[in-house]
């Protein structure tokens, strides 16, 4: 149930995106959704660990200043539709969302690709389990 992961309320550390049909896009995804937790995103690490990612909840673009690796950036719009995918953005970069984006999943530079996803494929976000 995707739309109850919008809740404002502090819900599960951790949260799993898939596909709608079923396969394992990324297994632990951290939300980011106060003001704090968007401005900060991925700069304090030093590499994403396949399988891991950031979602961002509500996002109308990203940054990747003073990042230290590159990533993959997809618009999503409010019902988990991808609207466009951004691949191996580089640090120190700048990437608007397209009209119509809600959230924006961070993923490792080439996991997009690897996953499949591109514009029209809807995305489920889900706690955890595990």
């Known amino acids: 149930m995707h739309h109850a992961a919008r ?23 951290r939300r980011a959704g106060t003001l704090l937790e968007r401005a900060v995103g991925l700069m304090t690490l030093r590499s994403l660990p396949p399988g891991e990612g950031l979602w961002i909840d509500p996002c109308a673009g990203v940054h990747t200043l003073g990042m230290r690796f590159p990533i993959d950036v997809v618009f ?44 029209g494929i809807r995305l489920r976000i889900q706690p955890h389990r595990g």
Request: zero cysteines; hydrophobic letters at 50%.
């Open 7 to 29: 809740k404002r309320q502090a819900g599960p550390a951790w949260w799993a995106v898939t596909l709608d049909s079923g396969p394992v896009v990324a297994a632990r995804v």
């Open 76 to 119: 999503l719009d409010p019902d988990l539709s991808i609207l466009r995918v951004a691949e191996a953005v580089p640090p120190g970069r700048v990437r608007l969302a397209p009209r119509g984006t809600r959230s924006v999943l961070e993923l490792p530079a080439r996991a997009a690709a690897e996953a499949g996803l591109r514009p």
